[in-house]
């Protein structure tokens, strides 16, 4: 590398780095209405269901996938 890099590498970069970034104008509330049990088992349900049972198939059919055949 050239001693002139860092210099052209600052150049380029340092106008990018003075831009004003927006920010986000969240602000939390309380629910209008609370979530009642059936309405989180079902959410618990669909998580297992989507996510941990898909990975768990593969990890248990791993050795099956190492053969080659």
């Known amino acids: 590398m050239s001693v002139l890099t860092p210099l052209l590498l600052r150049g ?3 106008p990018a780095r003075r831009l004003p970034v927006p920010r986000a104008q969240i602000h939390s509330k309380p629910p ?3 979530l ?4 989180i088992a079902i959410g618990l349900t669909s998580c297992f269901l989507c ?9 248990s ?7 080659r055949e």
């Open 61 to 67: 059919h791993l050795e099956s996938y190492k053969k």
């Open 32 to 34: 209008r209405e609370q």
């Open 12 to 14: 380029l970069t340092g």
């Open 51 to 59: 996510f941990l049972l898909p990975s768990g198939w593969v990890l």
């Open 36 to 39: 009642g049990t059936m309405d």
